[in-house]
């Protein structure tokens, strides 16, 4: 009976250890299985968080070129309006209208010129009765219409240029389509020549017309020396004294703004002519004026 309850006690020892241990053996496995779900968590997290740094940097880098583009954009707008623009002051603008004047005569450009002289009027007294007297008197005045045509390759029926800022009163220049439209007022002068020696502080001689010494049908415009020395050089001519003024001498110049070539140029002035004792053959006369208005124009530049 002893050994059956032994047997018995051994059998009901057995099974709780068994029971125990199978207990112990579910607590094990749930710390693994709670690892096993929580590493998942934490590699995904890394993932999704790596695209949102690449994502916010790119836009970044974009939206610096974009901003460097426009900027250089402005810029080369600017540069362009800046190369446009027309000179301003009166240096700026004579140095244009000069270099036109001077790049037209070096180039040997061709152009054809117009001179249109008109008397105001003109008082001589009885020498002027002797129609040789009165033709020799608008030849050296250049009264009349006068074409002259410069082909290309030559240099003629043209002055250089050399306008300072000293020489006339305004200057002015607009742009408009590439051209350059220049308008100047030059500042009146006067001339004069006698026995005693002659004299020209006249700024119409730097203008660009044609202009120089001796007496040339070709001239635009005469000084008091030119006439003195013309009228004394005539048969049984002569005169004592002259002196020539000129006012209202106006500018209009176009220009081309990128090559800088002279395309059209006009000049108007205004001038009188006194003479003092002109004596021809045997009449002689205290005094002598002739007025007259002039028109220059150069146009139809090839070059």
Do not use: H
Not at 17 to 24: D, E, P
Not at 101 to 115: H, L, Q
């Amino acid at each position: 009976m002893k050994k059956v309850l032994a047997i018995i006690l051994a059998l009901a020892l057995t099974a709780g250890c068994v029971v125990f241990l199978a207990s112990c053996g579910n607590k094990t496995t749930e710390p693994e299985t709670t690892a096993m779900t929580e590493a998942p968590v934490e590699e995904t997290s890394e993932d999704v968080s790596a695209p949102a740094e690449e994502s916010t940097e790119a836009p970044a880098e974009e939206s610096t070129e974009a901003v460097t583009e426009e900027t250089t954009a402005e810029t080369t707008t600017e540069e362009t309006t800046e190369a446009k623009k027309a000179p301003e002051g009166k240096e700026e603008i004579l140095k244009v209208y000069n270099d036109a004047v001077n790049n037209a005569i070096s180039k040997k450009a061709g152009y054809s010129k117009t001179r249109v002289t008109n008397i105001n009027s003109l008082e001589g007294g009885k020498i002027l009765d002797f129609q040789v007297v009165k033709d020799a008197v608008n030849d050296f005045l250049g009264v009349g219409t006068k074409n002259y045509n410069n082909s290309k390759g030559k240099a003629e029926y043209m002055g250089k240029a050399s306008l300072s800022a000293s020489d006339v009163s305004s200057a002015t220049c607009t742009e408009k389509d590439g051209k350059y439209t220049i308008e100047i007022t030059v500042n009146n002068g006067s001339s004069s020549a006698s026995g005693s020696g002659k004299s020209d502080n006249s700024a119409i001689n730097r203008t660009g017309l044609y202009v120089g010494s001796g007496d040339k049908s070709e001239f635009d415009y005469k000084s008091a020396g030119n006439v003195y020395d013309a009228l004394n050089g005539l048969d049984e001519a002569s005169v004592q004294a002259v002196s020539v003024s000129t006012n209202s001498i106006k500018i209009t110049a176009v220009v081309d703004a990128e090559s800088g070539n002279l395309e059209n140029l006009k000049i108007t002035f205004n001038f009188t002519a006194d003479l003092t004792s002109v004596k021809y053959l045997i009449v002689t006369v205290k005094s002598a004026t002739g007025k007259a208005n002039t028109t220059v124009t150069f146009k139809d530049f090839k070059y």
